[in-house]
């Protein structure tokens, strides 16, 4: 009987051995597929891998919503009708064609690619009454700020991608310290008017005192931006969670410079 279990040993063991050597290549092939495989090696958890943004093979061009890349015709109800009209249909690529295009705010919605072509480029129109003042969370806060030119909330599948550019014109936003320029350059600057957040820190419009986010993404899944030449931003966030709770700051127990600084942030 021993004998016989000895035959059968080795009659199975090449099997063995072949089941093996194919589950060591599947293996192998799976790892080789994800890009990003050696930075799950040797973790001390688990971690699911993080799958790229897919969506359906279902493509419009901005141009088909009467936009005009021109730099001077203003295209946001073309971004939205168009944005609307791939989301009513479950999704896919809107593409943005050579040109500039000149635009408020966008907002995406879920299952949406926002493609830029080689030479073209989103620019985001320096008129502050496109941008109204909306609910949003800034250092962590619940707070008002000025609404992003590109904004999402609860959104899944997003990507923005191409090879074109993204100008949030921020020369016109940003603010300027007297100690980072010279006296004539100061000069120079603050003579188109403004306002002063304090004597030597100057906004360009009371609106900027609450700066513009370029990006603002809350509460998203899978996102994606890749290959864009430029993103040229007033600055750029992406916020997964809002705070259950606000934060509550007792701020006369606080140095007067702290003051200062809660109060212009919350």
């Given at each position: 009987?021993?004998?016989?279990?000895k035959?059968?040993?080795?009659?199975?063991k090449?099997?063995?051995?072949?089941?093996?050597?194919?589950?060591?290549?599947f293996?192998?092939?799976?790892?080789?597929d994800y890009?990003?495989e050696?930075?799950?090696?040797?973790?001390?958890?688990?971690?699911p891998?993080?799958?790229?943004?897919?969506?359906?093979d279902?493509?419009v061009n901005?141009k088909?919503?009467?936009?005009?890349?021109?730099?001077?015709t203003l295209?946001?109800?073309?971004?939205?009708?168009?944005?609307?009209a791939?989301s009513?249909?479950?999704?896919?690529h809107?593409?943005?064609?050579?040109?500039?295009?000149?635009?408020?705010?966008i907002?995406?919605?879920s299952n949406?690619?926002?493609?830029?072509?080689?030479?073209?480029?989103?620019?985001?129109s320096?008129?502050?009454?496109?941008?109204?003042?909306v609910e949003?969370?800034f250092e962590?806060?619940?707070?008002?700020?000025?609404?992003s030119?590109?904004?999402?909330?609860?959104?899944?599948?997003?990507?923005?991608?191409?090879e074109?550019a993204?100008?949030?014109?921020?020369?016109?936003?940003?603010?300027?310290?007297?100690?980072?320029?010279t006296e004539?350059v100061?000069?120079?600057?603050t003579a188109?008017?403004g306002?002063?957040?304090?004597?030597?820190y100057?906004?360009p419009?009371?609106?900027?005192?609450?700066?513009?986010?370029?990006?603002?993404?809350?509460?998203m899944?899978?996102?994606e931006?890749?290959?864009l030449l430029?993103?040229?931003?007033?600055?750029f966030?992406m916020r997964?969670?809002?705070l259950?709770?606000?934060?509550?700051?007792?701020?006369?127990?606080?140095?007067?410079?702290i003051?200062r600084?809660f109060?212009?942030?919350?």
């Open positions: 009987m021993f004998a016989n279990f035959t059968l040993l080795r009659m199975t090449p099997l063995y051995v072949i089941a093996a050597v194919c589950l060591w290549i293996s192998s092939c799976q790892s080789a890009k990003y050696a930075v799950y090696r040797n973790l001390p958890f688990d971690m891998r993080v799958e790229a943004p897919r969506f359906p279902r493509t901005l088909e919503f009467n936009a005009v890349g021109n730099g001077e295209c946001t109800s073309a971004f939205a009708d168009a944005i609307n791939l009513e249909q479950g999704g896919g809107l593409v943005v064609p050579a040109g500039v295009w000149l635009t408020g705010p907002v995406l919605k949406i690619d926002l493609h830029l072509e080689k030479g073209a480029v989103i620019l985001f320096p008129d502050v009454d496109l941008y109204p003042l949003t969370v962590g806060l619940d707070t008002r700020r000025c609404q030119p590109i904004s999402g909330r609860n959104l899944e599948n997003v990507a923005i991608t191409g074109g993204i100008d949030g014109n921020g020369h016109y936003w940003r603010p300027l310290k007297r100690e980072k320029v004539s100061w000069k120079q600057i188109r008017g306002v002063y957040k304090r004597p030597t100057w906004f419009y009371p609106e900027t005192l609450k700066h513009i986010i370029l990006l603002l993404y809350v509460g899944k899978n996102i931006i890749a290959k430029h993103i040229l931003p007033r600055s966030r997964r969670c809002r259950k709770k606000k934060m509550k700051i007792d701020c006369d127990s606080l140095p007067e410079f003051k600084l109060k212009s942030e919350i």
